[in-house]
Every structure is written in structure tokens, then in C-alpha cells.
């Protein structure tokens, strides 16, 4: 089985989108006497407007137009020199190649006396004519105008062009597969600062190094970096390299669906901008992912589309791979004719690339230019080698200055201790003077000393205790206002305790009383007015007259009525109230009594609201009861209620509060729990009643309905 190597080209000759054509506009000596400042001018103004649709609209139709219309206006060399360069540019994006060769060495071809003006021009077009014969895979060539550029930059230390020469030259090297000189130029143009475009290629092309050597994981830091330059110029070009390079490390790493993908994004941006070369090497990579995964078909149709493109606009080296990859295709498949075919075009195209190329001559170059890079090595060192000697110099300079002031500050010193001990034997002589006058002071200061003394031991005693007696008055003061507080304190806690307790007991005690009362009515209405109208009705049921039977009539429809009233008055909790309504309005009362903060949660509703009224009646009391615990026993200060109807079948009730709690294991039937329970019990329902020191209870109740 043969091996399909990715062979993935790629250049950013975005480097150069805005081109410095102002290389010439320092000089006046390349015009004859007869050019005119204002013709000058008026060439400036028309190159620099094809210059600006060359930036600004790089698919123009009309750019040549524009260009053939001021040609006959362009007298000066300078104007020549800036048409002829943009018209190479011009071809060069088109991938027209032999037409910017061409225009590129018109530009070499103008006299220019200046000599630091003319090598800038040369060293400039040389890296233009490297770009077009690297595009056409005829890498000597490629390598011979690069390395004059080099040449031609280092004559006046023209840094801009020397980078982009050593770029090209870096990307030649590395498409050669000498990887480490490659890399090493690379990391070089990374340092020049002064083009971001520079650095955005040099990032790329590292990555794109990286990943012919395999490193993927290092080859994606590279690009992963120039994808976040990149943004800053939003370079398309750059974009669709970026993309291809992943692709192909995606290829090496399995992914091939992924690769595909980034394969036509990249295709996509390239025809969008009409960056040939790209789609090429793209079609290329696809038709090499297919063949490995045998879909040969596919791989060939696309190997046969790139050719024809490669063909059609002389890109050699593609032709090359393209050959090679379709021959190598035609093994695996078994059909050696078409191999052979293949081969012998790839053998032919070999042979046209070397007749077309000078090898000696590069080689040449070559060599004198790594010996010029050897050379400003040198010259580098031994101007390191300079500035060393001049810091030792100035280093002993300075110690023997550092010396000759150390030998002066000593000789000031001794002058100055001689100078001090004069000093010092004056300052004893006033000092034995002032010793005297000292004594002659103290004996008059312990006098006034003594009397000093004696007025102190009488006033600070007495002061002492003026100051104890305050302290101790104010601290009685503080302590007796505080007292007072801490007893307003506690009255006020405990009448507000008083209110509460009346206010849930005036509560009670009023639904309390309306039951009693209704019930004693309904009582009343039942055992006195029904026994007699069901006496009266027996005693005149036996009677036949007519009248009578009226009588009759109006007795049943009283009794009946003393009935119904009756069982209106019996105490029926809800009656057209519905329960969640009562039971909402209790604890709202409830909460604005005891000021706490209740929270009451029910679904559904209706369904609880058509519940059977002892069901209701029973939950009703069981509530008031833990309510009412909460408010006088719990200290809490929120309540939470939760009922909660499930398939009309069942009825479950969550009752909470954030209270003082208790402990269940202990026995605490005077809480009223057991009442709660026998209530539950007696609807076949089930309680759990769980409650934690300091966070409160926490219950939980199951009814059947």
C-alpha cells in the first residue's frame, strides 16, 4: 500500500497588502530638469488613487483600465516605478504570474541614480519576483531573488525589505523540507516588531512547519497566535492558510470529517477572494484524505479538477503533486497504465523545472549570502567585543576616581577630628562653668521643690477623692437607667405576650360561643317546636274533616321548616363558604394577631373544596391545634402550610414552622399532639410528627378521601 504524504502549500503574500510606494519620494534626483513639481504632484495623485482601489477593492474589473487610461499622463520615474509595481501586484493576486514577472522586471529595468533609492527598488522587486517563482514551483529561482534581495537590503541596512526577504526565504526553506534553518528564520522575523503582517506570516508558516514535522500539538500554539493577531487586520488570507494548516493536522490526527470541513471553509473564503492557489491545495489535501479513505473515485475526480486548474495558470509544483498523487492512485487501484502515464508526465515536468532554473548561480548566492550573515555576525561581536573594552576602561577610570576621592575624604576626615577635638576641650571649659552655675540652680530648686511637694500631698488626696466620689455617683446613675430599661423591657414583652394570648383567646372563644349558641338554638328549635308540631300533627291525623286536613298541611310545612332551620343552626363550620377561604382567613388573622409570618399553599382547590365536611371539619381542628401550639409554646416566627389534593383520592398536609422545637423522644402530651393524632386516626389517615431543637417542627399528614 502506498503512503500518501500531505504536501500542503501555502504563502501569506498578505504580508504585502499595503505596499510602500513612497520608496522614491524622498529624492528629486531621479527627475530630469524638465519634470516639474507640479507634474510630480499630479503623478502622486494618480498612483495614489490606483493605489487605493489596489487596497481597497481587490477584485476591481476595471483596475487594469484604470491603469492603461493614466499611463500615457506617467512621466517620471518615480510614477513609472510605482505603476509598473502595482501592475505586477495586480497580476500576482490574479495568478497571473509570467504577465507579474514580467512588469516586476520592467521595474529593475529604470535607471536610478540614487544608490540607496535603487536598492530598496531592487530589493523590493526581487522579493516580488521570489513570491511569483515560489507560486510557480521553481524554487532555485524562487531562492535566487531572495537571497539578492537580502543582498541589496543589507547595502544600506533597508530593515522592512531585509524581513521580507528572510521571510520568503524562510518559507523556501521549509517547503524544501529544511526545517530547522526554516524555523530558526522565522523565529528571526518574529522579532521585528515594526510589521504585524510579518509576524502574522511568520506565525503561520511556524505552524505550518510544525505540522509537516507532526508536532500538532505545537504547530496549533503557533496558529492558535496567529488567529488572534490575525483579527486585528481581519487578513482572508490568512484566515483560509490558517484553516488549511488545521485541516491537516486534523488529517494526521484521525479526524477526517473534521478536516473535510475545514478544507471547505477554506475553499469558500479562497474563491470569495479569488486566492487561487489556495483552492488548489485544497482540492489537492480532499482528493489525498479521500484516497485514504479508499474512496479513489471521489480523490480522482478531485485530483483531475485541481490539475486542470494548475495546468491552466503554469503552477509547476502542483502539476508535480498532482501527477504523483494520481500515479500513486492508479497503484493502489491496480491500473498501471494510467500510472505509468502519470509518471512519465511527472518525470517530464521534473526535467522542464530544472532546465528552467540556474542551480550554480543560486548556489552562488547562497553561499555569499550565509557568509554576509556570518560576517554581520562577526562584525556584531566584535562591536560587543568594543563596547566590553570601553565599559572596562571606563570601569578603571572609575576606580581610580573612586581612589583619589577616598585619599581626599580621609584627609578631610583627620582635619575634621582635629577640628572636633579642639572643639571638645572648649566644650569642657563651659561645661565646668555650667556645672556650677547647675549647683548654685538646684539648691534654689529644692526649696521651691519641697513647698511644691507639700502643696501636692494635700490637693491630690483630696482630688482623688472628689473624682472617686463622681465616679461612683455616675456608675449608681447608668446602672439605676439601665434597670429601669431592661424593666420597661420586660413589661412591654410581657404585655405584648398578654395581648397575643387574649387576642387567640377572644378568637377562639368567639368561634367557640357561635357554635354553642347555634347549637343550643338548633337544639332548642328541635326538642321544643318539633315535639309539639309532631304531637299536634299525630292528634289531628286521626280526624277526617276537611279543614282540618288544611291544618295539617300548614303543621307538616311548619315542621318542616323548624326542621331545616334546625339543621341550618347545627354547626356546620363552612356551609356556602368554601373551606380554603375559612381556613385562608384564619390564618390571616392569625398571623396579624401574633405578627407572624404565615405562608398557606393549596392545590387544588376545588378539589379540596369539595371535600366531605367531616374530612374538613377535622382538618380544620387539627391545624387550629398546631397553630395555636406555634403561637404559644414554639417562639417561631414563620409558619408554612402546604395541602395538597392528589388524584382526588388521597389528601396529604405539610405543616412547618421555624420555632424553638423540641424533642420527640421526651413525652409531650401537654402540647395537645395526642388530640392532633387521634383526629388523624380517626379519618384512617397518618401523621408523623418530627421536630429538631432549635429549627423547629416539622409535620406530615396522609387522609384518604
Not at 522579532?191 to 509537516?212: A, C, F, R, T
Not at 528552467?356 to 550565509?370: A, P, R
Not at 315535639?531 to 318542616?560: C, F, H, P, R, W
Not at 383520592?649 to 409531650?668: A, M
Request: with cysteine; aromatic share 8%.
Amino acid at each position: 500500500m502506498i503512503v500518501y504524504q500531505s504536501r500542503i502549500i501555502l504563502r501569506i503574500t498578505g504580508m504585502l497588502i499595503f505596499i510602500p510606494f513612497l520608496i522614491l519620494s524622498q529624492s528629486k534626483s531621479l527627475y530630469s530638469t524638465t519634470d516639474s513639481v507640479e507634474q510630480e504632484a499630479r503623478e502622486d495623485k494618480l498612483t495614489s488613487e490606483i493605489r487605493a482601489s489596489y487596497n481597497n477593492t481587490p477584485n476591481d474589473p476595471k483596475f487594469l483600465k484604470k491603469i492603461h487610461k493614466v499611463k500615457s499622463k506617467i512621466k517620471t520615474i518615480k510614477g513609472k516605478l510605482n505603476l509598473y509595481i502595482l501592475t505586477a501586484l495586480h497580476f500576482q493576486r490574479k495568478t497571473k504570474l509570467d504577465s507579474s514577472i514580467y512588469y516586476t522586471k520592467k521595474c529593475l529595468d529604470l535607471k536610478i541614480d540614487n544608490d540607496s533609492i535603487n536598492a530598496r527598488v531592487r530589493s523590493y522587486a526581487y522579493s516580488i519576483l521570489g513570491i511569483n517563482y515560489y507560486n510557480q514551483g521553481l524554487y532555485s529561482e524562487s531562492k535566487k531573488w531572495y537571497l539578492k534581495g537580502i543582498e541589496e537590503a543589507n547595502k544600506f541596512n533597508e530593515i522592512n525589505f531585509y524581513y521580507h526577504n528572510i521571510h520568503g526565504l524562510a518559507l523556501l526553506y521549509s517547503k524544501l523540507e529544511e526545517y530547522q534553518p526554516s524555523i530558526e528564520l522565522f523565529e528571526k522575523c518574529l522579532e521585528y516588531k515594526e510589521d504585524p503582517e510579518i509576524m502574522l506570516g511568520s506565525y503561520i508558516n511556524l505552524g505550518l512547519v510544525y505540522s509537516k514535522q507532526e508536532k500538532v500539538t505545537l504547530s496549533n500554539q503557533y496558529l492558535k497566535k496567529a488567529e488572534e493577531l490575525g483579527q486585528k487586520f481581519d487578513n482572508e488570507q490568512a484566515k483560509a492558510n490558517i484553516l488549511t494548516i488545521l485541516a491537516a493536522n486534523h488529517v494526521q490526527l484521525g479526524d477526517f470529517e473534521k478536516a473535510s470541513q475545514l478544507y471547505q471553509e477554506a475553499i469558500e473564503i479562497a474563491k470569495k477572494n479569488s486566492f487561487l492557489k489556495i483552492v488548489l491545495t485544497s482540492f489537492i489535501e480532499l482528493g489525498i484524505a479521500q484516497v485514504k479513505r479508499k474512496n479513489y473515485n471521489k480523490a480522482e475526480s478531485m485530483f483531475l479538477r485541481a490539475l486542470e486548474s494548475a495546468e491552466k495558470y503554469g503552477f509547476l509544483n502542483l502539476q508535480i503533486i498532482i501527477h504523483d498523487n494520481i500515479k500513486n492512485l492508479g497503484v493502489d487501484q491496480n491500473n498501471y497504465k494510467k500510472a505509468f502515464i502519470f509518471q512519465s508526465i511527472y518525470n517530464q515536468l521534473k526535467d522542464s523545472i530544472t532546465q528552467l532554473q540556474n542551480k550554480k548561480e543560486v548556489n552562488q548566492l547562497e553561499i555569499v549570502y550565509k557568509t554576509r550573515e556570518k560576517e554581520r555576525e562577526i562584525k556584531l561581536l566584535q562591536l560587543e567585543n568594543r563596547n566590553r573594552n570601553l565599559i572596562i576602561t571606563n570601569q578603571q577610570e572609575v576606580l581610580e576616581k573612586l581612589r583619589l576621592t577616598q585619599e581626599i575624604e580621609q584627609k578631610e576626615n583627620e582635619n575634621r577630628l582635629l577640628q572636633y577635638k579642639n572643639a571638645s576641650n572648649r566644650r569642657e571649659n563651659s561645661i565646668k562653668i555650667l556645672k556650677r552655675d547647675k549647683e548654685i540652680q538646684e539648691i534654689k530648686l529644692n526649696k521651691q521643690r519641697v513647698l511644691s511637694n507639700l502643696f501636692l500631698y494635700i490637693s491630690v488626696p483630696l482630688s482623688l477623692l472628689t473624682i472617686g466620689l463622681f465616679i461612683v455617683y455616675h456608675q449608681k446613675l447608668k446602672t439605676q437607667n439601665k434597670l429601669n430599661k431592661t424593666l420597661q423591657e420586660v413589661n412591654s414583652q410581657k404585655i405584648q405576650s398578654i395581648l397575643k394570648d387574649q387576642e387567640l383567646k377572644v378568637i377562639e372563644a368567639s368561634i367557640e360561643g357561635q357554635d354553642k349558641e347555634r347549637k343550643r338554638i338548633a337544639q332548642e328549635l328541635h326538642d321544643s317546636i318539633g315535639g309539639n308540631l309532631a304531637a299536634i300533627k299525630l292528634q289531628l291525623g286521626n280526624i277526617s274533616d276537611s279543614s282540618v286536613e288544611e291544618i295539617n298541611i300548614q303543621i307538616d310545612e311548619t315542621y318542616n321548616l323548624a326542621r331545616s332551620l334546625s339543621h341550618n343552626l347545627a354547626p356546620k363550620r363552612f356551609g356556602k363558604n368554601k373551606f380554603c377561604d375559612v381556613f385562608e382567613n384564619y390564618i390571616e388573622k392569625i398571623g396579624d394577631a401574633s405578627n407572624l409570618k404565615t405562608s398557606l399553599s393549596v392545590f387544588s382547590r376545588t378539589s379540596i373544596d369539595n371535600l366531605k365536611e367531616i374530612i374538613q371539619i377535622e382538618i380544620f381542628k387539627v391545624l387550629q391545634e398546631l397553630v395555636i401550639n406555634t403561637v404559644k409554646h414554639a417562639e417561631a416566627s414563620n409558619i408554612e402550610i402546604e395541602i395538597n389534593s392528589i388524584d382526588q383520592k388521597l389528601l396529604t398536609i405539610l405543616y412547618t414552622d421555624d420555632g424553638k422545637g423540641f424533642e420527640p423522644r421526651k413525652n409531650n402530651n401537654g402540647l395537645g399532639l395526642d388530640s392532633v393524632k387521634s383526629r388523624i386516626k380517626s379519618l384512617n389517615g397518618i401523621i408523623n410528627i418530627d421536630s429538631i431543637l432549635k429549627k423547629g417542627i416539622f409535620v406530615t399528614m396522609e387522609i384518604p378521601t
